[in-house]
């Protein structure tokens, strides 16, 4: 086993983001000096973790040495200072998106996009922007041209994926904080396999970047990957200094955990595929500590969703395949070439065209599907299931060059319980609460009803009072 991390004594020491905010107000260390930290770490580790897409270092150190965003000293935003990563598949004025492939010519962009607007004025610093699957469509980043992107805890297994750079850099101390975002459990799952905290958000919650707004079932949804509770509710009531979606109950400042004593239903089987005796027996656990702590357990077979739901949501994920595959010379340029498109992103595409005549009672299907979730929130506060239903997987298993029958089967005996919220749109937030027999981490994952983002964060940081998880520089 090969742990890889970048804690050491320099000026991030093992801060995290509120941390450095701290110290940054007290003048301990400068946003120039944090800055000149993180991209020594980054040049440290990722020759093993492969996690960088595109490097900004120079421009990252200018906006550091002018403030970070001083531009706009009225609204200096709480994390001034913070040096971060932004995923590769947002636009950065000033860099190419290229989406976890090689495709077609990378190209800088105009102008940030949406969430990159409201990410930058939160004032962190982007070094640059991390590696994902292609597309963000495989929950393991293992491009055979690019480069798998490895775990940190042990670099012989997946990061997990799309966000996978952001968090394999969260996890080894490069930055306190990353951007992540997630389409059918991309903040979730590497945040479980990194052991991080990550919190799908609500629908509507942040902002979108021109192309997603446009999708018939809006289910990607932009958030972070970060250490610690405290971190992750500090970043969206920043957000949501900066722009609140009044149509959503306010996520606030959130600090601590809440009094209330919750109604939990526990779900340890998804409706489509069957979880591991070892991930099962890790969720029943949480659950017991659950129970510890006052809460009210109950066990649920399986969700209450129909059976249906896992075939359309493959079929709407393949549908954006096709979207991309047929429409990437009119997306990326005259460049694109489409014979350098993995074996997933190829397949999907194949698949969708297949069945397009059942597309549109897909979407009809998801559009809806939150009918049937609304009726368990009637009778409960929260939901637990596993992150994944089973353990991390070694870099292979998932590899995007196999036949696509493999590796799709694969990918949803895997992933079979984050995709629901995506369609849905509830949010959803994964804990490192427990680990794997292979010494890995391994999430549990807490839904809530629309809107209930704040239930979420305070359940997460009275757990993580309760059982606080380890950082990897405490295991290597």
């Given at each position: 086993?090969?742990?890889?991390?970048?804690?050491?004594?320099?000026?991030?020491?093992?801060?995290?983001?509120?941390?450095?905010?701290?110290?940054?107000?007290?003048?301990?260390?400068?946003?120039?000096?944090?800055?000149?930290?993180?991209?020594?770490?980054?040049?440290?580790?990722?020759?093993?973790?492969?996690?960088?897409?595109?490097?900004?270092?120079?421009?990252?150190?200018?906006?550091?040495?002018?403030?970070?965003?001083?531009?706009?000293?009225?609204s200096p935003g709480f994390f001034r200072g913070v040096p971060t990563f932004i995923k590769d598949n947002v636009d950065v004025a000033g860099m190419p998106t290229m989406q976890g492939t090689d495709a077609w010519q990378p190209h800088p962009v105009a102008a940030d996009g949406d969430f990159a607007k409201l990410y930058l004025a939160t004032g962190l610093i982007a070094l640059g922007k991390t590696q994902l699957s292609e597309f963000g469509f495989s929950a393991s980043a293992e491009h055979p041209r690019i480069g798998a992107v490895r775990n940190p805890w042990n670099t012989d297994y997946s990061a997990g994926a799309s966000s996978s750079g952001s968090a394999a850099f969260v996890a080894t101390g490069v930055v306190p904080i990353a951007h992540a975002n997630d389409g059918g459990g991309s903040i979730r799952i590497p945040a479980a396999c990194n052991g991080l905290v990550g919190l799908k958000p609500s629908r509507g919650r942040l902002p979108l970047d021109k192309a997603l707004r446009a999708m018939p079932v809006r289910i990607v949804f932009n958030g972070v990957v970060t250490r610690s509770v405290r971190d992750t509710a500090a970043f969206y009531a920043d957000a949501e200094r900066i722009s609140r979606n009044t149509k959503l109950p306010p996520v606030g400042d959130v600090r601590k955990p809440g009094a209330k004593r919750l109604k939990v239903a526990v779900i340890t089987e998804s409706v489509s595929r069957p979880t591991s005796p070892e991930m099962r027996d890790l969720t029943l656990k949480t659950a017991a500590l659950l129970e510890e702590l006052g809460h009210y357990v109950e066990y649920l077979e399986r969700p209450p969703v129909p059976g249906h739901f896992p075939d359309d949501f493959l079929l709407y994920w393949a549908f954006l395949a096709t979207a991309l595959v047929r429409g990437g010379r009119q997306m990326f340029g005259p460049s694109f070439d489409r014979s350098r498109l993995d074996s997933l992103t190829l397949g999907l595409d194949r698949y969708a065209t297949r069945h397009l005549y059942r597309l549109p009672v897909a979407i009809t299907r998801l559009a809806t599907l939150r009918r049937h979730t609304a009726r368990m929130y009637r009778d409960y506060d929260v939901a637990l299931t596993p992150t994944l239903a089973h353990e991390t997987p070694q870099i292979g298993h998932l590899d995007p060059t196999a036949d696509y029958e493999q590796i799709i089967d694969r990918l949803m005996d895997w992933v079979s319980f984050t995709p629901l919220q995506n369609a849905t749109g509830e949010p959803a937030i994964s804990l490192p609460l427990a680990e794997s027999a292979a010494g890995l981490p391994a999430g549990m994952m807490f839904t809530a009803p629309l809107g209930q983002d704040a239930r979420l964060l305070e359940l997460a940081y009275e757990l993580e009072e309760a059982q606080p998880?380890?950082?990897?520089a405490g295991r290597a």
């Open positions: 086993m090969q742990h890889v991390h970048a804690f050491g004594n320099d000026a991030l020491g093992d801060s995290d983001t509120v941390g450095l905010v701290e110290r940054l107000r007290s003048g301990e260390v400068s946003a120039a000096e944090l800055v000149e930290a993180a991209i020594s770490r980054a040049e440290a580790v990722n020759p093993q973790l492969n996690g960088l897409a595109y490097r900004a270092f120079d421009r990252a150190r200018e906006t550091a040495r002018q403030g970070a965003h001083g531009e706009d000293s009225r998880w380890p950082t990897i």
